[in-house]
């Protein structure tokens, strides 16, 4: 009888290395009123192109996710471009959809179906005005007990973190201070030339207790494009290539109304799962990384995944950033372009579009010395009845 080989053992035999980034194409972040998330999106693949060398022919895949509220719909985006793709694929898993459309593109291309793929989000969401929250169903459910929002859940984590482990409200502005120091180097950053104290940010205006404005996401326009293509090609490339050595995904299938453990506990977002299969596939443990990119919609999101991922004990997260970990020279360098709390808020695509230019040398003065081996990881979901708490984590190298 033929051997059935599972799904994290499949993706460990046949796809480390196999893969890599060639191509980053980054528009303007923040408010950009005069184009709509199509435009921002076509923008995107173009300059990815011209970042990569390589000819709109070549590219015969298309995965995208649509930013919130003002997204791009359908094959817009790449049919303005000028790109023949041969599918048109879009993905929502949240803030794991990053990573999930590496997943996909990666099997589309095993499978014969491309050998190039563009991996986009876009979105025009603060010059549409766009408020995120519970809808439909969910306010018969999240909405009977005050989730309206997804920072509803973040300050129910934040406040049990505070209960069980003495997580204290200086130590999350510890994580936003953090990440406002890193953009405050990048000159792309939307908060680029917006300092923060913690004296600033502990007089930020509170949305729901613990949480504050300044423990908040960006809602911001811009779009990013990434392409990715077989360890061959990728050698004809303008740039390095960076190679993805793993990737996990996985979810509970429960979004918060449904589960206690997505508030009360982290393993509701199911992140030890994404963790071991993306480490073995990648066939690293956490000490061989030199820099992570850690999904952070919320302060307290990056806390719980540094505890989650076994960077330090339960309880223990909110002392060691303060300490100084997450900055440059740090036991743990994390978030180094600021991300979604200050650089620009694309979902998983932020944390991905860091971590491959910090493998490429990209990062300016926020650049970690001699990294050559990334960790990426995102989370979503936890507010959609059809996409549940989901996790994913990639392993990407120089």
Excluded at 69 to 75: F, L
Excluded at 87 to 101: L, N, P, Y
Excluded at 191 to 219: F, G, W
Aim: include cysteine; aromatic fraction near 8%; charged fraction near 20%.
């Amino acid at each position: 009888m033929d051997r059935i080989i599972c799904r994290e053992e499949a993706v460990k035999v046949s796809v480390r290395d196999k893969y890599a980034f060639v191509g980053v194409g980054l528009t303007k972040q923040g408010k950009v009123p005069e184009l709509s998330a199509n435009e921002l999106g076509a923008q995107a693949i173009l300059s990815a192109l011209e970042d990569s060398g390589m000819k709109k022919n070549e590219i015969d895949g298309y995965i995208f996710q649509p930013g919130i509220g003002g997204g791009p719909v359908g094959n817009a985006p790449v049919w303005a471009a000028g790109v023949p793709a041969k599918f048109c694929w879009e993905m929502q898993s949240g803030g794991a959809t990053g990573i999930s459309t590496v997943a996909a593109a990666i099997g589309a291309m095993e499978a014969g179906l491309c050998s190039a793929c563009i991996l986009l989000h876009a979105s025009s969401a603060s010059s549409i005005g766009v408020v995120v929250g519970a809808g439909g169903d969910q306010r018969s459910t999240h909405g009977a007990y005050g989730y309206y929002a997804p920072i509803s859940v973040a300050a129910g984590i934040a406040r049990r973190w505070m209960h069980l482990y003495g997580l204290t409200k200086r130590q999350l502005g510890s994580v936003a201070l953090t990440l406002r120091e890193y953009a405050n180097k990048r000159p792309e950053a939307v908060m680029h030339a917006k300092q923060m104290t913690m004296e600033d940010y502990l007089n930020s205006r509170m949305i729901v207790e613990p949480m504050a404005v300044a423990d908040c996401c960006l809602v911001n326009d811009g779009a990013v494009a990434l392409i990715i293509t077989s360890r061959e090609r990728a050698k004809d490339c303008k740039k390095r290539p960076v190679y993805v050595m793993g990737y996990g995904v996985d979810h509970s299938g429960r979004e918060v109304s449904r589960s206690s453990e997505a508030i009360w506990h982290w393993d509701g977002f199911v992140t030890e799962k994404a963790k071991e299969t993306a480490f073995q596939t990648a066939g690293i443990t956490l000490t061989d990384v030199d820099v992570a990119e850690m999904y952070d919609a919320f302060t307290i999101f990056l806390l719980a995944q540094l505890e989650s991922y076994g960077i330090c004990g339960r309880g223990e997260a909110g002392a060691f950033v303060e300490a100084g970990n997450l900055r440059l020279g740090g036991k743990w360098p994390s978030n180094t372009s600021g991300t979604e709390l200050s650089w620009s808020y694309l979902q998983g695509f932020t944390h991905l579009t860091e971590g491959i230019r910090q493998m490429r040398g990209e990062s300016g003065e926020c650049q970690v010395n001699g990294a050559e081996i990334a960790m990426v990881t995102g989370l979503g979901g936890m507010m959609e009845p059809g996409t549940g708490s989901g996790a994913a984590c990639c392993i990407l190298r120089r």
